[in-house]
């Protein structure tokens, strides 16, 4: 079983910034490709950022291109968010998933493993 455990949520003003945290345990991270969603209060859960297992290949919703940044760091079972010029629109709880595929995609039906969810609200 892998265990995932977001953190770094919190309240921000637009424009400004954001760093998340996932950190991995029950399985070594360089064998999981991992990914960011965000659930907004009355919407689906949506995908936001995917970095397959080895970070050579990272693909973002085109929401947040250009403006989130997701990296991995296998040494220490953590991948990360970067969140910069943040909007109202990006309110939502944030959750870090992982597959044992090689590439999850954008499908949450691809990701075995969940975490909690970390909240962001960014006001106006």
């Known amino acids: 079983q892998v265990q995932l455990v977001e953190s770094g949520g919190g309240l921000v003003q637009a424009g400004g910034s954001l760093r998340l945290s996932c950190a991995a345990s029950?399985?070594?991270?360089?064998?999981?490709?991992m990914a960011w969603f965000r659930q907004a209060p009355g919407k689906e859960r949506a995908f936001v950022a995917g970095?397959?297992?080895?970070?050579?290949?990272?693909y973002y919703a085109a929401s947040v291109q250009g403006r989130f940044s997701v990296s991995r760091d296998n040494a220490k079972n953590t991948v990360y968010l970067q969140m910069n010029s943040l909007k109202p629109e990006d309110t939502a709880v944030y959750y870090c998933?992982?597959?044992?595929?090689?590439?999850?995609?954008?499908?949450?039906?691809?990701?075995?493993?969940w975490g909690q969810g970390t909240q962001v609200t960014v006001s106006s």
């Open positions: 998933a992982a597959t044992t595929l090689p590439l999850g995609g954008m499908v949450r039906a691809n990701y075995d493993y």
């Open positions: 029950g399985r070594t991270l360089s064998t999981l490709s």
């Open positions: 970095i397959v297992w080895s970070g050579g290949y990272i």
